[in-house]
T-cell receptor
Framework: GAGVSQSPSNKVTEKGKDVELRCDPI?????LYWYRQSLGQGLEFLIY????????KSGLPSDRFSAERTGGSVSTLTIQRTQQEDSAVYLC?????????????FGNGTRLTVT | QKEVEQNSGPLSVPEGAIASLNCTYS??????FFWYRQYSGKSPELIMF????GDKEDGRFTAQLNKASQYVSLLIRDSQPSDSATYLC??????????FGTGTRLQVTL
C-alpha cells in the first residue's frame, strides 16, 4: 500500500541545465496532477492527466516545461534550460476517478534549486 | 477573478476557540470541495471533503457548503496549537480538474 512516490527528493542544478522529475502514483489511480509551490506560496497547477484523455496542460508556465505519463502510470515532468525562477517544490498527486469524493494523495515533493 | 479565493491570513485564534476559515469559488458547476492542511515543509493532507449543501462534521472539524453563494468554510472547534498550519481549499470544477486556493495560515496561540 505505498503512497505517491516522487524522485529525487532534492535536486540542485545549474541554470541552463535540463531536469527530469519522476512521479509514481498510487496503483490504480487514473488521475495525476503536477503542482508547483514556491516558498510561502500556494499550489500552482501545472498539468493534469486523466485516464487516456489528452492532458490538461493549461498550467505549464512556458514551453520549457513538458510532462508525459507512460502506460497510464508513472509520470515525468521535464524542465529544459532551467532558470532560477523555476526553483520550487514540485508536488505530484494522484486520485481515483469515478466518484465525487476522490481526494488527492500527495507525494513528498521534489525540491528543485536552480543555481 | 481567481477560481478559488481564500484570505491568506494569518488568522490568529486562542487555544480552545473556534477557528473559521472561508473560501469562495467562481465555477458554479463545481461539484466537490476539499479542505487540506499543510504544515510548513510538508505536503498537503486531506482533512475533509463535502459535496452537498449544508454541514458535514468530523470530530472537531465541520465543513459548510453553500452552493448558491459559492462558498465553503471550515470550522475547527477547540483549536489546538497543533492545528497551526496553512489550510488549503480545493474545488473540483466542471472539467473535473482540482483547483486550489492560496491557503489561509492559521495560528493557534497559547
Amino acid at each position: 500500500g505505498a503512497g505517491v512516490s516522487q524522485s529525487p527528493s532534492n535536486k540542485v542544478t545549474e541554470k541552463g541545465k535540463d531536469v527530469e522529475l519522476r512521479c509514481d502514483p498510487i496503483s490504480g489511480h487514473t488521475a495525476l496532477y503536477w503542482y508547483r509551490q514556491s516558498l510561502g506560496q500556494g499550489l500552482e497547477f501545472l498539468i493534469y492527466f486523466q485516464g487516456n484523455s489528452a492532458p490538461d496542460k493549461s498550467g505549464l508556465p512556458s514551453d520549457r516545461f513538458s510532462a508525459e505519463r507512460t502506460g497510464g502510470s508513472v509520470s515525468t515532468l521535464t524542465i529544459q534550460r532551467t532558470q532560477q525562477e523555476d526553483s520550487a517544490v514540485y508536488l505530484c498527486a494522484s486520485s481515483s476517478l469515478g466518484s465525487l469524493d476522490s481526494p488527492l494523495h500527495f507525494g513528498n515533493g521534489t525540491r528543485l534549486t536552480v543555481t | 477573478q481567481k477560481e478559488v479565493e481564500q484570505n491568506s491570513g494569518p488568522l490568529s485564534v486562542p487555544e480552545g476557540a473556534i477557528a473559521s476559515l472561508n473560501c469562495t469559488y467562481s465555477d458554479r458547476g463545481s461539484q466537490s470541495f476539499f479542505w487540506y492542511r499543510q504544515y510548513s515543509g510538508k505536503s498537503p493532507e486531506l482533512i475533509m471533503f463535502i459535496y452537498s449543501n449544508g454541514d458535514k462534521e468530523d470530530g472537531r472539524f465541520t465543513a459548510q457548503l453553500n452552493k448558491a453563494s459559492q462558498y465553503v468554510s471550515l470550522l475547527i472547534r477547540d483549536s489546538q496549537p497543533s492545528d497551526s498550519a496553512t489550510y488549503l481549499c480545493a474545488v473540483t470544477g466542471t472539467a473535473s480538474k482540482l483547483t486550489f486556493g492560496t491557503g489561509t495560515r492559521l495560528q493557534v496561540t497559547l
